[in-house]
């Protein structure tokens, strides 16, 4: 479904990706693990095209999309979150996700009515704001909602887009340990012909919503396999120096 | 075909008229570069160093106009400064282009009141009046004066900006003035000191443009175009934009007036379009 | 996501109605005033739409006008086009012109957005200035307005211009709420509050930054049309700059992003500059510091600062004085 081949990035001199290759099958969920400074946004925004590759390819859907801009790759079904909240703030839940709703069904540019009135944008709304717990702050500004609230909708503005592949940079990042169990299970409930790439802190949700786990490191894959042998590996230890063992 | 002489007059022009707004585009760079803030009313302030100038030129010659302009003009910048400036330093660009729009209108009518509706003039001295010999050419002293001073002051500017300490600090400003403040780089004073000499530079261009057009309350508007494509080719911040801007522009209008009469006007605003269309953010912008 | 509330239709009808009043019982010299009221009013409310629904603050708009109304001079004075087909062409090739101008400044943000908008101002002007056809600085005369005979609507007469003026206002304004409301404009309203998201949702963001701007465009395109019909005389000084920034500022006096407030502002600016250049001549340096004053207060124009009073008070009615609350209330856009 999406698949990178000899992904290559640097800055200036410095290379953050160094010739990533994934592949993620329809419906798989993979975690991608990494310190910080790992690369792994920097991958996110090379998958979506926010940033252009120095070398190598993205195929999405078995098509090359390397080159295209980051609207026609969305439309084409790469949807994502951001790891730092990129909403719209002035405006309300249901504002947010119809506005996204919109662009997926193609009213987001049509002058012939109200986009956000749309039977069709709605029943997304409504659909989206049930998957991620928001049916009852539809209505609340998302300057006024609560941080943990704006995450949940994060993940809903990028599933409002009805993706193929959905991105998700980070999502229980600064949230407690509470809001995060609850993350965890609406991660699990997201229907499973959905793929799923997610940047993920958090040990215990990585292992357990992962199909296939991807470790990150000076912006190299050293380690692509199975959750079951990340937990064991050595190398993993070693680039996170057990930190995850206490917990 | 016109003689060589007739190019190099033209490219003296062009110079000279290049100098002219580096004097003025310099300061308004650098302000934009440090502190985000759009004056537009920078071409006010060269209006108010002209008026300036001529007074002053009227009681004690061109030399104290010379000098009291730039001296007035920075003073007008610190009253500004204080009293509106440094309370629109967090709004946002549109709030501060409206502000400094205002301010254009209320400079506008002040100079009116103050200096009357007619045009002022400036005697040169003797020194600079009268035509000189060069390349072949004879070309009025005056502008080769212009021409050296813009030339003095960009070598100052670059001395100053690339190898002294405040230099340093006001580079490190334009490229991230969270980062400076933080470094013990008293920020806020940064911001005064180079308000004022932008001010004071563009007092003095007013100063030294006063000889070559007639004073009048309106050339601050007729300027502040000019200025502002300037910029906005070279790249908002930059020493290196603002020469460039300047020699682009005069450039182009000097020779494009000669060369293509019809379009010289519409070229100017067709290259700046052009060059927001590939380079969105100019030429040599401060920030990569 | 613009709304209508209570308070804006309150003023609207109370504007309608001051407007079919003075309208009805204006002399000739109220009439100029109420019709150049209503013309700069289509242009501000153009203006906007863009500006504060869709973050591209624009210093074309007055050369937009312009080329509206020359285009419509033109095809009426020298190329023989009957009035309506003019009026019609004025608006599509200046709403052209706008979307072209749109989709190339739609990458550029900020102040540069300004300064790019400005120079296809200047160029238009430039070009309009120095081209004999156009009349160069002498500018064009003998503009004929509409002719409505057939329907018993005569517009030579300047009461019924300043009601045909009054009625291209509200159908103006009509146009601009529905565009607003359309996909389109919820997407433009998308893109003022985060273009990157826009963007990463799927949107060609530049091509909806430039169908608005040429809707827009379309709409200044007839205030210009009308303009031209009004003076029957035009001249390059139209075009110019200061035109397209005294409409800027027309649209903060009113309350950006209001939609109503801009039209408040029109009404506001031209009976300021009428009062005051009748006592002196200095009349820029009022509006100057009315301006520097209104944007220092940081309220969002007059429009704006009653809309927030109101929200207090209802508030402060609602919940008690005690637990009023004190934060700037959200001058909803």
Redesign the interface.
């Known amino acids: 479904m999406l698949e990178t081949r000899n992904l290559n990035k640097s800055f200036g001199a410095v290379p953050v990706t160094r010739d990533v290759s994934l592949t993620l099958e329809r419906g798989e969920r993979r975690v991608i693990l990494g310190p910080n400074g790992a690369g792994k946004t920097t991958l996110f925004n090379l998958l979506?095209g926010?940033l252009r590759p120095c070398g190598g390819s993205v195929h999405l859907a078995g098509e090359d999309v390397t080159t295209l801009p980051?609207?026609?790759r969305?439309?084409r079904g790469l949807?994502?979150s951001?790891q730092k909240n990129?909403?719209?703030?002035?405006?309300t839940v249901e504002?947010n996700l119809?506005?996204?709703a919109?662009?997926?069904t193609g009213?987001?540019?049509?002058?012939?009515?109200?986009?956000?009135a749309r039977p069709e944008v709605r029943e997304i709304v409504a659909e989206v704001a049930d998957q991620v717990n928001l049916t009852a702050h539809l209505h609340a500004r998302v300057n006024e909602v609560s941080y943990g609230i704006r995450r949940q909708l994060e993940v809903g503005?990028a599933l409002a887009?009805r993706p193929l592949v959905l991105l998700m940079d980070e999502p229980t990042s600064g949230i407690g340990p509470e809001m995060s169990k609850g993350f965890h299970d609406m991660l699990k409930d997201l229907p499973r012909d959905l793929t799923l790439l997610i940047i993920e802190h958090d040990m215990d949700i990585a292992f357990d919503v992962a199909d296939t786990i991807t470790v990150l490191n000076y912006g190299e894959v050293v380690f692509d396999g199975l959750p079951e042998a990340a937990r064991g590996s050595k190398l993993l230890k070693d680039i996170y120096l057990g930190a995850w063992e206490d917990a | 075909m016109p003689d060589p002489g007739f190019w190099t007059l033209q490219a003296l022009n062009a110079l000279q008229l290049s100098m002219l707004l580096f004097l003025l585009s310099i300061g308004l760079t650098v302000i934009?570069g440090l502190m985000h803030f759009?004056n537009l009313a920078h071409g006010s302030l060269y209006a108010v160093g002209a008026y300036v100038a001529a007074s002053a030129a009227a009681v004690g010659g061109y030399w104290a106009g010379f000098f009291l302009a730039p001296v007035a003009v920075a003073g007008l910048g610190i009253l500004l400064y204080s009293g509106?400036i440094r309370?629109?330093r967090r709004?946002g660009?549109?709030?501060q282009?409206?502000?400094t729009?205002?301010?254009?209108?209320?400079?506008?009518?002040?100079s009116?009141?103050i200096w009357g509706d007619l045009a002022l003039s400036i005697e040169l001295p003797a020194l600079l009046a009268g035509r000189t010999a060069l390349l072949g050419i004879e070309y009025p002293t005056y502008r080769l004066f212009i021409i050296g001073l813009g030339l003095a002051i960009i070598a100052a500017l670059a001395f100053v900006l690339g190898r002294t300490q405040i230099g340093a600090m006001i580079r490190a400003g334009v490229d991230n003035d969270a980062m400076a403040a933080c470094l013990g780089i008293n920020v806020e004073r940064l911001f005064f000191i180079v308000f004022c000499v932008g001010c004071a530079l563009a007092g003095l261009a007013g100063a030294v443009a006063a000889p070559l057009l007639s004073v009048t309350p309106d050339m601050g508007?007729q300027i502040l175009?000019p200025t502002?494509?300037v910029i906005?080719i070279g790249g908002?911040g930059s020493l290196k934009g603002a020469v460039a801007g300047s020699l682009i522009y005069g450039f182009v209008q000097t020779f494009g007036a000669v060369l293509a009469p019809?379009l010289a006007?519409?070229l100017i605003?067709?290259l700046?379009?052009a060059v927001?269309?590939i380079k969105?953010?100019g030429l040599f912008p401060a920030k990569g | 996501?613009f709304r209508h509330t209570p308070l804006r239709y309150g003023t609207l009808a109370l504007l309608a109605a001051l407007a079919l009043f003075k309208a009805v019982t204006a002399d000739y010299f109220g009439l100029e005033i109420l019709t150049e009221i209503l013309i700069l009013a289509i242009l501000v409310i153009a203006l906007d739409m863009v500006a504060g629904f869709g973050g591209m603050?624009s210093l074309c708009h007055g050369a937009l006008m312009g080329v509206g109304a020359f285009a419509y001079a033109l095809l009426t004075v020298k190329a023989g086009l009957t009035p309506p087909l003019a009026l019609a062409a004025a608006i599509g090739i200046t709403g052209g012109a706008a979307w072209i101008i749109g989709a190339?400044?739609a990458?550029?943000h900020?102040?540069?957005f300004?300064?790019?908008t400005?120079?296809?101002g200047?160029?238009a002007y430039?070009?309009v200035?120095?081209t004999p056809t156009f009349g160069g600085d002498d500018g064009l005369g003998g503009i004929a307005r509409l002719d409505l005979t057939a329907f018993g609507i005569d517009l030579n007469d300047s009461r019924t211009f300043a009601l045909f003026c009054l009625a291209a206002l509200a159908a103006s304004y009509c146009a601009i709420v529905?565009?607003l409301?359309?996909?389109?404009g919820?997407?433009l309203?998308?893109i003022m509050?985060?273009e990157?998201?826009?963007?990463?949702?799927?949107?060609?963001?530049w091509?909806?930054k430039a169908?608005v701007f040429g809707l827009s465009g379309m709409i200044a395109g007839l205030a210009g049309a009308l303009a031209a019909q009004h003076m029957m005389f035009i001249s390059p000084g139209l075009l110019s700059?200061?035109v397209s920034?005294e409409a800027?500022?027309v649209v903060?006096l009113g309350g950006?992003g209001t939609l109503v407030g801009p039209i408040v502002g029109a009404a506001a600016f031209v009976l300021l500059k009428h009062e005051v250049s009748a006592l002196t001549s200095?009349?820029?340096?009022v509006?100057?510091?009315?301006?520097?004053a209104v944007?220092?207060s940081r309220a969002n124009g007059i429009f704006g600062w009653i809309e927030t009073r109101w929200t207090a008070r209802k508030a402060t009615r609602r919940t008690g004085p005690a637990d009023a609350p004190l934060k700037e209330a959200?001058t909803d856009?």
């Open positions: 979506v926010e980051v609207a026609r969305a439309r949807s994502r951001y990129t909403l719209f703030d002035g405006l504002e119809g506005l996204a919109a662009v997926a009213h987001a540019s049509r002058l012939g009515g109200d986009s956000l503005v887009t | 934009f759009v509106l309370r629109m709004s660009p549109m709030a282009v409206l502000v729009f205002g301010l254009i209108f209320a400079l506008l009518d002040l009116r009141l508007l175009i502002l494509i906005v908002l019809q006007s519409v605003y067709a700046l379009a927001l269309v969105p953010v | 996501m603050v190339i400044c990458r550029s900020g102040i540069y300004i300064m790019a400005l120079a296809f200047q160029m430039s070009y200035f120095q529905g565009i409301r359309s996909g389109l919820r997407s309203t998308g509050h985060n990157q998201r826009m963007r990463a949702l799927g949107l060609t963001v091509r909806v169908d700059w200061k920034g800027l500022v903060i950006l200095y009349w820029h340096l509006v100057g510091v009315i301006l520097i944007v220092m959200r856009a």
